[in-house]
């Protein structure tokens, strides 16, 4: 991995998660630097969403998950929740609430199981519509939302958390080429501003490659390649991982895109 | 909101200032809803088979209070306040009951058709209450006689045994609903055993389970008061919770939420509620798929919000439904049950085609 090890906020040793006895994704080791953006890549199955979800404390796993060099199963659920934003790639949508109500619920670790939210977690709140441009929608029951609209909320609820690691399973799930880079742009400005370091799962190695710092490429549950997006998105790599025929094609920037052929 | 409202004549609308506002319970709700039920409650007390007039019953309570000449006699002030107003406080108590336990585990079981029966209560008080009529036949009905005891034991019981089978297969709800399916057609099977070993006692049983509070007076709702106060007290603090459970276990999870703990208590507050309730006043149906699809219609779907506003409409159906059943066909009486299903029977057909496609 070429990561530097030292001052990661996120380290993975040995990371194996999924269902005990059978884990969907093995032997993991990555490490993080703090305020960095990995992108873990990998075809359908590959286990990017498992990996999240174990970092999140949401499947089981073995080996180490170190934030800030302290093992998260050291803390209890809440804790956990305090250090770890969390947005999911299909979330469950209740009908009957709002906009506000929605993301309220990111300060759901930092209340006592029977509290009520205070002004500041609802200044918390209405800081977080703002920066998402949501703050017209507060009222608006969640269900009535846009795709665009929609992806904003769930990430509004995973920055109302407060948390140092950001993890975003396909966020732009749904999105079109606009609204996903809206979404992208957003989270880019948002981990800048904050400091915060961002782990996500996309499965448009264009955008990965454009937004991500690194690029993590997981196959059958194991890291086949990860280091800068220029490294890891080669024709011959894709090919055997995806059985994709691509070519990569570079911007005037110089990023990689990734073209597929017929 | 609250304080924050002097600010926003400085400020255009939408300016930061401006907090942005959580679906709460309001007091303006929780008053209307209040006063809903102090109205039906009122008019239930003066209607019945003996006119007692609105002034005399006023000038009863009003001796009451001051310690004057009442224009009631004797019987009529009997009357009023040993079998008309605890009938009236006894529905209210148990509306409450099951409007609220139902709403709560529609919460719990992330569906609107859950119903506070789901998990054995019915089955197993059905039970309880046909072995006490069968095996004691005229054993005392009084609030502390046999046959409450044993339904309220029955419900328990069924709601337990759902519980352990459910958590033997699995962590989920699925499998707890899979568990009551089981639990309550096992308890119907031996309490229709039991009740086919004395077909005289046929008809006791079926005024059972059809429900009513015909026999009521102030030891029935000395025994439905304590479970429900506890239970209500449960269910208003555990509305947050409940909105986080229809994210679902993993997203409830990731939030720092334990859904097996927030299950087990309101599941337990809930069933010995609408155990306390069946207890009482038999089977009565519809009014806890009812009332708290009205409160989700007329207000807002929010579980801070349905389960409190629920607690006062199930009183106040609940309320109205007794008095329908005991003047419609006066003198005699109609089970309750048997409104509150006419009622809520096309009411659940209109709420499944409402829901049409979003059930789990």
């Known amino acids: 991995m070429t990561v530097a090890a030292d001052g990661s906020a996120l380290e993975l040793r040995g990371l194996s998660a999924g269902y005990r006895g059978r884990w969907v994704v093995r032997d993991v080791d990555v490490a993080v630097r703090r305020g960095a953006w990995v992108a873990v890549i990998g075809p359908n199955g590959a286990g990017k969403s498992t990996l999240l979800k174990a970092v999140a404390g949401l499947v089981d796993h073995t080996g180490e998950v ?52 205070s002004r500041a977690d609802l200044e918390i709140v209405a800081d977080a519509l703002d920066r998402l441009d949501l703050s017209a929608l507060a009222h608006r029951p969640l269900r009535t939302l846009s795709g665009g609209e929609r992806q904003r909320a769930v990430l509004g609820r995973a920055l109302a958390q407060r948390a140092d690691l950001l993890l975003l399973d396909e966020p732009t799930t749904g999105l079109d080429i606009g609204h996903a880079q809206a979404l992208l742009d957003l989270v880019d400005h948002l981990r800048r501003a904050d400091g915060t370091t961002v782990v996500s799962t996309l499965h448009d190695l264009t955008l990965a490659a454009q937004y991500a710092d690194e690029l993590v490429l997981v196959d059958r549950g194991r890291v086949v390649a990860a280091g800068p997006p220029a490294d890891v998105l080669t024709a011959e790599l894709l090919a055997a991982r995806y059985a994709a025929r691509v070519t990569i094609l570079t911007t005037p920037d110089g990023a990689p895109v990734v073209a597929p052929v017929r | 909101m609250m304080s924050t409202t002097s600010h926003t004549s400085d400020h255009p609308p939408g300016a930061r200032e401006r907090l942005p506002r959580a679906t709460r319970l309001s007091a303006r709700h929780v008053a209307l809803a209040a006063a809903l039920v102090a109205a039906v409650a009122t008019g239930s007390v003066l209607l019945g088979a003996i006119d007692l007039g609105w002034q005399r019953v006023l000038g009863e309570v009003v001796a009451q209070l001051t310690g004057g000449t009442s224009p009631l006699s004797e019987r009529e002030a009997a009357i009023l306040w040993q079998l008309r107003v605890p009938r009236v406080v006894l529905a209210g108590l148990v509306g409450a009951a099951l409007a609220g336990s139902g709403a709560a585990y529609q919460g719990v079981f992330r569906n609107p058709l859950a119903d506070p029966y789901l998990l054995g209560a019915a089955a197993g008080a059905g039970l309880g209450a046909t072995l006490v009529l069968v095996v004691a036949p005229g054993a005392g009905h009084g609030a502390l006689g046999p046959l409450p005891l ?37 308890l119907t099977a031996a309490q229709t055993f039991v009740q086919q070993l004395r077909g005289e006692t046929l008809r006791e049983v079926y005024t059972w389970m059809l429900g009513g509070l015909g026999t009521t007076g102030w030891d029935e709702v000395l025994v439905v008061l304590p479970y429900l106060a506890a239970a209500a007290v449960v269910l208003c603090l555990s509305g947050r919770l409940l909105d986080l459970l229809a994210l679902g276990d993993e997203e409830a999870g990731a939030l720092g939420l334990r859904p097996g703990v927030v299950r087990v208590v309101v599941l337990a507050a809930a069933s010995l509620a609408t155990a306390a309730a069946v207890a009482v006043s038999g089977l009565i149906g519809f009014v806890g798929i009812v009332v708290p699809h009205l409160v989700r219609l007329a207000v807002a779907g929010s579980y801070r919000v349905v389960l409190p506003l629920s607690l006062l409409g199930g009183a106040g159906f609940l309320v109205l439904a007794d008095t329908v059943a005991r003047t419609v066909l006066a003198p005699a009486e109609l089970p309750v049950g048997v409104i509150t299903a006419f009622a809520g029977a096309p009411f659940f057909a209109l709420v499944l085609r409402r829901t049409r496609g979003r059930v789990r």
């Open chain 1, 66 to 117: 170190l934030l800030h060099g302290e093992p998260l199963s050291r803390l209890g659920p809440r804790a956990r929740a305090r250090a770890v934003g969390y947005a999911p790639q299909t979330p469950e949508l209740p009908e009957g609430l709002t906009v506000t109500d929605y993301v309220l619920f990111g300060r759901t670790p930092h209340l006592g199981p029977l509290a009520r939210e």
């Open chain 2, 150 to 186: 044993a339904a309220f034991v029955g419900a328990v019981g069924g709601v337990a045994l759902s519980w352990v089978l459910g958590r033997s297969a699995g962590n989920g709800t699925a499998t707890l609903v899979l568990a009551g399916v089981a639990v309550s057609a096992f």
